[in-house]
């Protein structure tokens, strides 16, 4: 493993000082570029009173390449799969070496409060809230509370 | 392996299109093999030992060397991104030397403002030319000794090593030569052409500012961004790229390698870099060198740089470039870095020719992409022959052929010559895009 770029530690000490609201973001002792994150589900959203956890990887080409990230709290939401994927075009296509983890970490915050079920990655997520909106709303919600109870 | 085609062959498979059409018996003539690949067998030796020598020939570019310079900066990145080293090492060298963008200049992890001058003369000196590079290859694959291409992956495994232990010693020997001539002229007071004068560093890292991608600082004399003009290194800038060829949409990559099915080769795209600011497509940059400094190549020793009693004019991006009212100022609200005083106020075209594009620094996308096409077109001819084949075993096995089964098989037989044409289409492709790039 390459010694951290002076980016991966500036980035990590703004993380921690300057922390985005509703989202943590703390490297490992044993391998500084694995976060554990969490974010909170924002209010008036089907999220709301959620706390979610996330893990957070930099390859080693970032931030030419994007982060690696993931769901590990279960969540109903069309653009994250089973797996905790997520599918965001800022960690796709639409990454640049000039977004940082917190921009990022903002995106995802994003995602949870305006949905996307027309670009999905959960299928079976996405048809229930094309055909049903409400219903998959209060699934979202049961979902929240049964599995992203804050501790 | 009777049937090893010759350049001639190749030339004249329009007649077997023409003989498929007619319904003669062309399959019989033409070994799976050969539509598997079918120009292989004479042209890979050679092949390999071209991109032997080309891989030699980069290492020897990487090599941070003091005394190539210009413009207190050099013509090989520092090492800051230990990827991605795949861009035309030749090409950005030239570039450099013509001062189309900006050099390769040492990069400072931080700086004080209250720094003495001696302070910052203290930090420069001991700077190494480049980072330190590790002797280990990067994840090497176990190699399995009963597969039948163990002596070429060996082979080549060793190379890589051979080549990494290579670019150590060289690296390390141009270290040897900085630092002794450093002493001889700051220690002794020899004259010694390539060390930069007092001066020079001064004047270049007074007023050093931070790289808004890497975060480390340089010289303010930054490349700019045609379409947002944001400051840039040029360490950064190399880094940036087409994305490997891939399927129109990336969910059907996944789809695709679950199921198997495959993508059509002419489908697989790579689209041109966006700008890392504001996601403009075409990315591209733009370099005005200092007009106080001209030392190195094409200027004078860097050892005689005397700073000018008046003050130095603050790098101006395309001072005297694109003076055309009709671009646009790109604004970005996600901006970070303020815009520097004097730059150029708006945006350049892709085709300005003073824009420095990223496939200007990598022109081989196209024969990736070309070769991913290959890839993928040889897969599937592949997996249409197999399928033939067993279909074919099938007639045989049952005596009689029916005449629907015939016909079926008629129409493998075309689908197999179809992707041989378009195999030997996309292997001249290729074959094209790599003679462009050697001359
Ligand atoms: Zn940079
Ligand atoms: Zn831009």
Redesign the pocket.
Same mark, same amino acid.
Do not use: K, L, N, S
């Given at each position: 493993m390459a010694a951290l770029s002076k980016r991966i530690i500036r980035e990590t000490e703004r993380l921690v000082s300057d922390p985005v609201p509703g989202i943590t973001a703390m490297p490992h002792e044993d391998n500084l570029r694995y976060f554990d994150v969490t974010i909170e589900g924002a209010d008036q959203s089907p999220y709301e009173g959620g706390l979610f956890k996330l893990e957070l990887f930099l390859p080693e080409d970032y931030p030419m390449v994007a982060p690696k990230v993931r769901f590990l709290t279960k969540i109903y939401h069309p653009n994250i799969d089973r797996l905790g994927r997520i599918c965001l075009d800022t960690l796709k296509k639409n990454w640049t070496p000039a977004i940082q983890i917190r921009t990022l970490l903002l995106s995802i915050q994003s995602l949870l409060t305006s949905p996307n079920p027309d670009d999905p990655l959960a299928n079976d997520v996405a048809e229930c809230w094309k055909k049903d909106e409400a219903g998959a709303i209060q699934t979202a919600k049961e979902w929240t509370a049964k599995y992203a109870k804050k501790e | 392996m009777g049937n090893v085609p010759t350049k001639e062959d190749r030339g004249s498979i329009g007649s077997y299109d023409d003989a498929a059409r007619r319904g003669g018996p062309v399959v019989n003539s033409l070994t799976v093999r050969e539509i598997l690949n079918p120009s292989a067998t004479y042209r890979k030796k050679k092949y390999y030992k071209d991109k032997e020598g080309l891989k030699e020939q980069v290492t020897k570019d990487l090599i941070v060397s003091h005394e190539e310079n210009v413009d207190g900066g050099f013509l090989a990145p520092y090492g800051v991104y230990t990827h991605n080293q795949d861009y035309a090492t030749a090409i950005v060298r030239g570039l450099i030397s013509e001062r189309r963008i900006s050099p390769f200049y040492l990069p400072l992890q931080d700086l004080d403002d209250d720094w003495t001058d001696e302070q910052l003369i203290k930090e420069l000196d001991d700077l190494a030319l480049h980072a330190p590079i590790s002797g280990e290859i990067e994840e090497t694959t176990i190699l399995d000794p009963n597969s039948k291409h163990y002596q070429k992956h060996l082979q080549a495994q060793l190379f890589e090593k051979a080549l990494l232990q290579k670019r150590i010693a060289l690296q390390t020997e141009a270290q040897a030569r900085y630092d002794r001539e450093k002493k001889l002229a700051y220690g002794n007071g020899f004259r010694k052409e390539n060390i930069p004068s007092r001066d020079l560093l001064l004047r270049l890292y007074k007023d050093a500012t931070e790289c808004p991608i890497c975060f480390l600082f340089y010289p303010n004399n930054f490349n700019y961004?045609r379409? *947002?003009v944001?400051p840039i290194c040029s360490e950064c800038f190399v880094q940036i790229k087409r994305l490997d060829p891939h399927p129109p949409h990336d969910e059907e990559e996944e789809r695709n390698q679950n199921s198997g099915e495959l993508v059509v080769p002419k489908d697989l795209i790579s689209e041109p870099a966006i *700008?890392p600011?504001?996601a403009?497509p075409n990315f591209g940059i733009t370099y005005t060198p200092p007009q106080d400094i001209k030392t190195g190549i094409n200027g004078i020793p860097p050892c005689d740089y005397k700073r000018s009693t008046t003050k130095p004019s603050i790098n101006t991006p395309g001072k005297d470039i694109g003076n055309d009212d009709s671009a646009v100022v790109?604004t970005n609200d996600t901006l970070e870095v303020p815009v520097k005083k004097g730059a150029r106020r708006h945006s350049l075209p892709s085709e300005h020719q003073s824009v420095i594009s990223t496939d200007f620094i990598r022109p081989d996308w196209e024969r990736k992409l070309n070769s991913a096409r290959m890839k993928l077109a040889r897969r599937s001819a592949a997996a249409t022959a197999i399928h033939a084949s067993s279909l074919l075993m099938d007639e045989t096995g049952n005596g009689q052929v029916r005449s629907s089964r015939a016909d079926s098989s008629a129409d493998l037989e075309q689908k197999m010559i179809e992707q041989a044409l378009r195999l030997s289409l996309l292997e001249e492709e290729e074959r094209k895009s790599k003679q462009n790039i050697k001359s």
């Open positions: - | 961004t379409c *947002c944001q *700008c600011f504001c403009m790109e």
